[in-house]
């Protein structure tokens, strides 16, 4: 854990510096609790009622010092936040005061959007990226396992029973304490089909009719798993060239423990032999680049490319004067025909460099095209200033 917390400490510094509040933000058991914990300042958490009491009954002497008052599962009680606003608005000079924890986008928190708009910052947590696992042992679970840090990473006994019962609940108790109006029958049905066509473009109404809803109220229900940090909807490119191109969403899961887990995977062995195991491989590479640029504060535009002649960038990155093509191959020998055509895609929207990130030990570096694995991009994703 202390990799990842060393990774988000800097930028909650600066954003703590810079703002009254900072929201962190990400999926349950992802280590947001640890990460705060780490700054010292007072701690509540708002789904235990013992706690609403005492920051209830110590509210102005605490406002009133100068210790960072740490908020956990914030969307938990929303009259705080009406609060928060008065607080913060008595002294706008002064910031640094109020950390808030939450397993919920603020897209979902309509307090937060509400009542503390430009006086919050968002930071977005995610579970273990490759480059915090210093085991290798641990490094080689993480595509399996997923990288939430009880999941089995650390501890492989306890991958996928962990990922069931994390899902389990979920789906019973958390989505619809947070608005989802699904039945937990249906949205287990549901994050199962979304498994299934995981990697894929997104086609609400071909699943609305698998499961007897319109295509508007799949849409809703994945606006909530989505905002549970659950699944990536990653978005479609939309440049200017000569060829049509597919305006769908992908659909990821965001974890690929999570997914392995609702397809009934419990070992790499049987991983290899699934049919869709390159779209799974394919969604992990993605989640660990826009993870790490997450972590280290840089944003970037990403979407993904396919044209109606079947051209495809699994990644476009655009930051600054930069445009990044990225194809991901679930090959430890990647070939110089996937070298040609990652090129001639990536010319098509005029890309600056391009990337072939595959599972090869070695990394071969052209002016402006590079084959090479995942852990020696992460590394120059993170460099680049």
Not at 193 to 202: D, I, P, R, S, Y
Request: charged share 25%; proline share 5%; hydrophobic share 40%.
């Amino acid at each position: 854990m202390q990799n990842m917390i060393r990774r988000y400490s800097t930028q909650l510094i600066r954003r703590l510096a810079d703002y009254p509040a900072v929201a962190l933000v990400g999926p349950r058991q992802c280590g947001k609790t640890t990460l705060a914990r780490s700054f010292a300042g007072a701690y509540f958490d708002l789904e235990q009622e013992a706690d609403r009491l005492r920051l209830d009954l110590e509210w102005f002497k605490l406002t009133a010092g100068e210790r960072l008052i740490i908020l956990d599962e914030a969307q938990a009680w929303p009259e705080m936040f009406s609060r928060l606003r008065g607080q913060i608005d008595a002294d706008r000079r002064r910031h640094g005061r109020f950390l808030l924890l939450g397993s919920v986008a603020p897209s979902l928190m309509a307090q937060v959007s509400e009542s503390l708009a430009g006086r919050l910052s968002v930071v977005e947590l995610t579970p273990f990226l490759v480059g915090e696992l210093p085991a290798a042992d641990a490094r080689e679970r993480l595509w399996l396992c997923g990288g939430y840090p009880d999941g089995g990473v650390l501890q492989p006994e306890k991958f996928p029973q962990w990922q069931d019962d994390y899902l389990s609940l979920l789906i019973q108790r958390d989505l619809p304490a947070w608005g989802l109006p699904a039945k937990p029958q249906v949205t287990r049905r549901l994050a199962r089909m979304l498994a299934a066509v995981h990697g894929q473009t997104w086609n609400a109404s071909q699943v609305g009719q698998s499961m007897g809803l319109n295509y508007q109220t799949v849409n809703s229900y994945l606006d909530y798993l989505e905002g549970a940090f659950l699944i990536r909807r990653l978005p479609p490119y939309h440049g200017n060239i000569r060829k049509r191109l597919v305006k769908s969403p992908k659909i990821y899961w965001r974890d690929s423990g999570l997914l392995h887990a609702l397809m009934g995977v419990d070992k790499r062995e049987t991983l290899l032999l699934q049919p869709w195991v390159g779209a799974s491989w394919e969604g992990f590479v993605i989640e660990q680049i826009l993870g790490a640029l997450n972590g280290a504060g840089k944003h970037s535009e990403s979407s993904f490319l396919r044209t109606s002649d079947q051209y495809e960038l699994d990644l476009v990155l655009e930051r600054a004067a930069e445009r990044w093509a990225i194809e991901v191959k679930l090959t430890a020998n990647p070939g110089h025909g996937d070298l040609s055509r990652l090129q001639k895609t990536a010319g098509m929207i005029g890309a600056t460099r391009c990337f072939l990130i595959s599972q090869t030990p070695n990394v071969v570096e052209g002016e402006k095209t590079v084959s090479c694995n995942l852990t020696w991009f992460l590394k120059k994703l993170t460099a680049e200033p």
